[in-house]
């Protein structure tokens, strides 16, 4: 029992808050592309990036090089593995790979990370190839134990089939014998029309435990000794404490030491209860720095100033100059807010100090840059760091930050013992790493239907220029122009601009799309709006500026039939369509809505088509498109983070809303199958539902909305056009 058990904050109301395994006895390795300093890492069968490990009761574990937050990750780089090595499915476990950017970067991305909904993308082939290896090592180890030749013998369910003789062995009896053996350089992988595993609707190996309450996320941790910490953060970026007085927090019972740092307070407790009581009662006054004056004004004021000159080229195809200098051209601007995260598992990190070494207990999309920053908020080199991964409540980009580690390492070194760093609600919000906020410019040149010239000029902070620098060459951000700079439509002349405007008093990052959710929003509003200058159907009007694309225009026919595109509706509702190539996969969705005579939205339904290629579990894929669909709704009808006096006004679900159960509507997901490498799925949802949104409502009412969120009061009493 705790010594003092919770209980209520003055003038306070309550509110909720929201290893590696045992020694096996076959190791097969594959080899991911990673840099070409990791040649010495590579040398040998036995030293991969990532690894499968059978032991001899025959349990079939992956050590996952990709991070499990929601996405269904874990399962479905499962499956590509026990296709190709024929596993049985019921025996397959999976582990958080350790920080190891020798073994475990990611092929794209060139480092150890989740992110860029390329999970399936980067490992699809990575993997098939080494469970084809691997079932290939135990085939040749069943060949010589039954003394017959390889090529009499078959896999099935984590066996080795002699059907000559009807012998049987199963993996597990086979693994001593096969892990004296070397695995094929260049294993054949099976033809898509034998596999047994991919394509099929298998339940998700995280499920159970998620439901039972085993599964371990990082702010489950609970190391022995284990005492509670929450902290404020100075409320203006760059800010600093001026002064504390702690004398009515020390009187919380359960309050145990209050630590003042530069630039942030945390108050350390028996619980968390006791923390979060402390740090309400404590007085903290704040030198508010250089940025106590930034306001959204401000910030927008600046964005479109950076609109009026001319941006980096990002790519020009023909010569869009001289068809957008006269002539009918058409110009409109579109604009994206800042955006919170509001994971539903709050930030946090638990770390011990002691002895020279830290142990940290986290839940990250990017391990080794935890143990860097870990090594660096607790003054110790990066071998004296040890990180236990675990399952995210969330990620969504944010998780690819490491604020939350290092506070909690700094706040660690001053405490005894290991030491669970929360962040509430009001402080995650506060003090997010931001969506930019963007503002693109587009110009059109119109030949009968055809697009002939086109324009796409984009303004925002450059993610890449904080969080990978080499990646943003030439003042062009890869990511701000994602999904513009291969624009989908065939236009035979056209330029795509990236001006780079970061916004003071505030640091941004990656949120679940970025730029193509910009880029998908800005392009599919104003080919809406091009269609209506050329008097014609959206989907048509699309259609016919696709003639090299045909994944996509097969994904708008699909849509169009299946969302009863055309039909009537009633007064003030409309359907909307988005197009879109975002992470490898064609998309196409129609929201269909209604608006009320106060602006306010209701929706109906969303349907969706999608062709994300070879679909490995055709529920995640659907169960991901459903999730990003909702979380896209969600800041179209709502997000907006804004600042006065440098402060963050939102600061928690009441003022930063999120669409609610009984908003949701019919989500209808009908998938393309076909035999192309797999897309990427996780973020294509909330790229593709804000511009069908928006196009709904043009649709409904007449108003071309450029910004999001909606404006209600532009929508009041407008009818439909």
Known sequence: MLKDPPRPCPDLSR???????????LVIGFHAPVAAEDEA??????????????????????????????????????????EELDADWSRVRVEHAPPNEKLYANPILGMQATGNSNSVRAFWTPLRKAGAGARAV???????????????????NSQVIHDATGRKLAYGALAPRAAGLTPPADPPLKDPKDFRLVGRPLKRLDTPDKTNGKAQYGIDAMPPGLKFATIAASPVLGGKVAHVDDTKAKLIPGVRQVV???????????????????????????????????????IWNRLRKASARDGAVAKTVGDPGGQLSGGDVYTQAYELPLLAHACMEPMNCTVHVANGAAEVWIGTQVIERIRQAVAKGADLTEDKVTIHNHLLG???????????????????????????????????????????????ILS??????????????????????????????KGVDPDGVDSAQDVPYDIPNYRVEFNQEAPPGVVTGFWRGVGPNNNVFAIESFIDELARKAGKDPIAFRQANLDKTPRLVAALDLVRDKSGWGAPLGPRAGRG??????????????????VDEYGEIKLHRVTTAVDTGTVINPDTVMAQLQGGLIFGLTAALYGEITL??????????????????????????????????????????????????????????????????????????????
């Not at 808050?17 to 096996?24: E, G, I, K, P, R």
């Not at 796409?456 to 620098?469: E, I, L, M, N």
């Not at 928690?652 to 669409?659: E, M, S």
Request: with cysteine.
């Open 138 to 156: 135990l085939v040749e180890a069943a060949a010589g134990q039954m003394g017959v030749a390889a090529t009499e013998l078959r896999t099935e």
């Open 41 to 82: 890492a590579r040398d040998g069968p036995f030293a991969p990036n990532a690894f499968i490990r059978i032991d001899e009761q025959g349990d079939v574990t992956l050590v996952m090089p990709q991070v499990e937050m929601g996405q269904g990750t874990y399962t479905s780089i499962s499956m590509i593995l026990a």
């Open 644 to 721: 006065d006096k440098g402060r963050v006004q939102q600061s928690n679900f009441h003022d930063y809303r999120i669409l609610r159960m009984d908003q949701v509507p019919p989500i209808e997901v009908h998938l393309i199958r076909n035999g192309e490498a797999p897309g990427g799925i996780g973020e294509t949802g909330t790229t593709a539902s804000i511009p069908a949104l928006r196009n709904a409502i043009y649709a409904a009412t007449g108003v071309p909305l450029r910004r999001m969120p909606i404006d209600r009061g532009l929508l009041a009493s407008r009818t439909g056009a």
């Open 444 to 473: 059109a040149r119109l030949d009968g239907e055809r697009i002939v010239g086109w324009n796409h000029k984009v303004s925002g902070s450059s993610v890449f220029a904080r969080w990978f620098p080499p990646g943003f060459q």
């Open 15 to 25: 509110r909720g808050f929201v290893s590696l395994a045992a020694a096996t006895a």
């Open 260 to 298: 003042v740092l530069d630039d942030l307070v945390g108050v350390v407790g028996d619980h968390m209860w006791a923390a979060k009581c402390g740090l309400e009662a404590l007085d903290i006054a704040w030198d508010d720095g250089p940025n106590s004056q930034v306001s959204s004004d401000e």
């Open 577 to 594: 369509v988005a197009a879109q190539i975002a992470f490898a996969s064609f998309i196409a969705t129609v929201v269909e809505c209604e």
């Open 394 to 440: 969330g990620g969504f980009g944010r998780r690819l930050e490491t604020d939350m580690a290092l506070s909690a390492a700094r706040l660690a070194t001053q405490v005894d013992g290991p030491v669970k760093v929360v962040w509430t609600r009001e402080e995650d919000i506060r003090h997010d790493i931001y969506r930019p906020a963007y503002h693109d």
